[in-house]
């Protein structure tokens, strides 16, 4: 399950009184200024999937506090659940999606308590609101057979042991049973059971804290390991209870037949021994650390390599938890990434992160107002919270008029050193331009390190998606830095490429220039040998027809020969949803894994007129043109 659509809504929550809603995506961004809200989305959708407890501050001072309510939509649903009997039902036929064909969960606190308590968990959705058919979630097994038959419905060959047969059956019973947006219980019965089995595909959401503590005293800050330590030895601690019952048994049997000796011979000495056992705590007996090369230990290093090191422990802990919870997707939310951190760390730290979000089931939210990592991010992935005179908060996202907005809030200064924007259609391809780059060098070729000039801030990338080009141009105007934009064409000729009329807006503006690949995609630049040795270093044997055409789909294709390959039956029988992924994850194999094997003479095959190289000798020249 994922976060998805208006997929969280607040009221009288903290600042937000009146309902808010925020969109999110595989990875997403709240800006905003000091104290506008940023933080409090994300403790919000802590306490929704119970990372943290709500408290008496949580809600709004100037809104209802028994209807503190956090809702939050999902997609990418489970296609069955398994609530009574072992018998499957599926959410659409328990009538709990939304018009959107969506689940949105909402929970309900008394915020007016010492400590606050959850009143209610409801979905929101289409349900029939017809007398006698509107309750069945909330009705006992006694009461379900009664209503059965006293609306006539068929239970012919109903296992009535299941609840969900027969509430079927008695939905099945109407001819109009007047569908409407309700809010349906999920305490109690048939509702409860399917909360409750709903459980296990809810992600597991991870929140690490923009004030979380780094210093000496703080235990995970002198070695993150010491709190693994400690949940592994609470993972096994039944077991390791019956080691110390039983050394301590079998030591005072032996303490016990001693003094029992010693009584025969010296009964006076014999009096005044006591056999008394005292044990350590079992994780004194482990000694570990992380240290560097120089032998110096994290508690020593500086505040910047701390938090470093304790966000990855964080990452590899959300991850081993979400495995033992058997949960499917995990949601990594990290408040303000940039603290602490160089520049060059920032940047490695969010390409990371943007990596991590094209994952399967990871999502990611990050909270900034550093500029720098605001405009480094694809405009659709930003959330500008606005908050005006009266102190009322909205949610914007990146159109025109309000990116002004952003940068003026957050600041547009560029760093000092950076020569060059490079604008993108996707993270995939910053994959790409990267690894070409390297596979030139490789060969001896003179052309611009990019991962090296992306990491020292001379040149950042900006995935800003083909149609966004005039948004971006606005956008990243009042930074004064040459930019160079590269579209994919998409369209074969005669036919114009699909973004000419963006892209001659950013060619009217100085230093900035705009091209079309030749091809349908940066993926046709591939060859077909490499993307074979990539996936054979899997263990995956591909069948393709290659060499690829200049406007063949190649994702798509890769994506069907990869699945015809796993013996997973016909590309056909595979669903919208599934083929969208499928296609994600080839992308993300091909800019990667496959541009690494590409050589010089491979590219000389697949791109004959030095198409690629032209490109990397123009940024070469915008950077040596840039005063």
Known sequence: MRLIGLSLSLENFRCYDAPITVRFD????????????????????????EAAKADKDDACKTGDPKAMRIECEFDQLPEQLIVDVEAPTT??????????????IRKTYDGGRSIPKETSIEAMCLHPKKAGFSDLLSLKKADLAKRAEALEANLEGVDKRVNSLVRRAIWDASDELELGEVAVPLENEGGKQVWTALQQYLPTFALFKSDRSSTDQDAEAQDPLKAAIQEAIKAVEPKLQEVRDHVEAEVKKIAAAT??????????????????????????LFSTSITGDEGIPLNKRGSGVKRLVLLNFFRAKAEKDAVEKKSTSVIYAIEE????????????????????????????????????????????DLRFIRKNAENARSIVEGEEAELTEIARSLGVLADHNVKIFIGVEGVHDISFLKGMSQVLINAGEKVPDLEKLELDGELI???????????????????NRPEFHICDRDNAPPDQPKYTVHMAAVNDRTSCRAIATDKRELENYLHVGAIFDAYAAQNITVTLAGPFNDFDDVPTLVAEAVHVASGAGGWGEVSDRNKKKKEGRAKHALNNAAVALMTAERLAETD??????????????????TP
Do not use: C
Not at 33 to 49: E, P, Q, R
Not at 91 to 104: G, Y
Not at 471 to 478: G, I, N
């Open 461 to 479: 990338f900006v995935p800003l998606g083909g149609s966004n080009l005039a948004v971006w141009a606005s956008r990243l105007a009042p930074i």
């Open 259 to 284: 003094v029992e000796k010693l009584r025969e011979m010296d009964p006076t000495i014999a009096e005044s021994l006591d056999p008394v056992i005292s044990t350590r705590p079992w994780a004194s």
């Open 608 to 625: 004959p007129n030095d198409e690629i190289r032209s490109w990397f000798e123009t940024i070469a020249q915008m950077m040596i043109d």
């Open 337 to 380: 990434p940039e603290t602490s951190q160089h520049p060059r760390n920032q940047r490695l730290l969010l390409n990371a992160l943007r990596e991590l979000s094209t994952g399967e089931g990871k999502q990611v939210i990050l909270t900034t107002h550093t500029p720098m990592l605001a405009r480094y991010l694809d405009q659709n």
């Open 26 to 49: 595989n990875l997403t961004a709240l800006v905003g200024t000091n104290d506008v809200g940023k933080s409090s989305i994300m403790d919000a959708l802590a306490i929704f999937f």
């Open 91 to 104: 959410l659409a036929e328990e009538f709990l999606l939304s018009p959107q064909k969506t689940l949105v």
